[in-house]
């Protein structure tokens, strides 16, 4: 079996390489091709069409995106369309183009409208309007999920999406800036406690609720996913053959999760909250009901995943931090 993973070096791609780096150490008849950003431009059509051409995979994991937190959306609003849109033109329509019948594509919990019911069941895409914060990017993610969908009904494919929940671990990026919220908020805690200051101030009221699911977890989601047989998959997933929501089923404050990487960090002192920074959707939670009947459940609790994705944090190199 030849796998591509397109964006092995994100966190996400990581860790599924890694679980298949374990199979193939494990005596699976596996062939893993990836291919870094330097030698293979997923927003340029010739050159993904001559190498997909060149490896013809049997099975593409598309982990590759642009992400970002909040200000990030905010600032870069025409790069988060435009290079989310074209990874997935690109990749997906290529490898039909070079035969390939299996595909995976990794989503986002923000496909879904922001005034939408409770846990956010599948079924919900498409029936309201979005959170501004993350309408570029969430509008991508959405043209990824109709990309397969179309590939499926019109050429027999079996192209399949997950939507993951925020998700967090090893090989989160920790910029001060443009990272997602609890990364953002392990490494300002961290420095808060190397500084020993007073204070740490959170963006928000600290009262919208988040989701969050463990890498590690993810990545063992999308294989049980890829893995699926194609009538089971079918059966589940119809009449469209969509996604399926990832995510652990449970939600916290905004609050409590920074109570819990201040813990994680060692940092003693107060929290304050910004209330005139944007709070973003007030909650989002993924109804995970459909993967749960397939089999599948999410496995680390999150005090324990911030705790070790801290001392991940600890033992990468000091300027590597810096420059992240």
């Given at each position: ?95 039909y183009a070079a035969g390939v019948r299996k595909l995976l594509q990794l989503g986002s919990s923000c496909i879904y409208p922001r005034a939408v019911p409770q846990p956010m069941r599948e079924d919900a895409l498409l029936t309201g309007i979005l959170e501004p914060t993350n309408e570029p990017y969430a509008i991508a993610k959405i043209a990824g999920i ?179």
């Amino acid at each position: 079996m030849k796998i591509y993973v397109a964006g092995h070096r994100g966190m996400v791609g990581g860790a599924i390489l890694r679980r298949l780096e374990a199979r193939q150490a494990a005596g699976e008849a596996l062939e893993l091709i990836t291919c870094n950003s330097a030698e293979l431009d997923l927003t340029d059509q010739a050159a993904v069409r001559d190498f997909l051409q060149t490896e013809r995979p049997d099975q593409v994991i598309l982990a590759a995106a642009k992400v970002g937190g909040i200000l990030a959306n905010n600032s870069y609003p025409a790069q988060f369309i435009y290079e989310n849109l074209m990874i997935e033109a690109n990749v997906i329509h290529q490898a039909y183009a070079a035969g390939v019948r299996k595909l995976l594509q990794l989503g986002s919990s923000c496909i879904y409208p922001r005034a939408v019911p409770q846990p956010m069941r599948e079924d919900a895409l498409l029936t309201g309007i979005l959170e501004p914060t993350n309408e570029p990017y969430a509008i991508a993610k959405i043209a990824g999920i109709k990309l397969c969908e179309s590939y499926n009904r019109q050429y027999g494919t079996d192209y399949r999406s997950v939507m993951p929940t925020n998700l967090y671990g090893p090989g989160d990026n920790f910029h001060p800036e443009n990272s997602h919220v609890l990364p953002a908020l392990m490494r300002r805690f961290h420095e808060a406690a190397q500084r020993g200051d007073e204070t740490v101030t959170v963006w928000g009221s600290g009262k919208p609720m988040r989701e969050f699911l463990h890498v590690d977890d993810m990545a063992e989601a999308s294989l049980f996913v890829l893995d699926l047989d194609a009538e089971i998959y079918q059966r589940e997933t119809e009449p469209m053959l969509s996604h399926i929501n990832v995510g652990s089923g449970t939600d916290v404050t905004i609050r409590r999760l920074a109570e819990l990487v201040a813990a994680a960090t060692g940092f003693e002192g107060k929290l304050a909250f910004d209330a005139s920074k944007p709070d973003g959707t007030l909650r989002k939670l993924m109804d995970v009901s459909r993967l749960e009947r397939l089999g599948w459940k999410a496995k680390v609790p999150l005090d324990q995943g911030i705790r070790e994705t801290y001392e991940w944090f600890l033992q990468q190199d000091s300027g590597a931090l810096r420059a992240s």
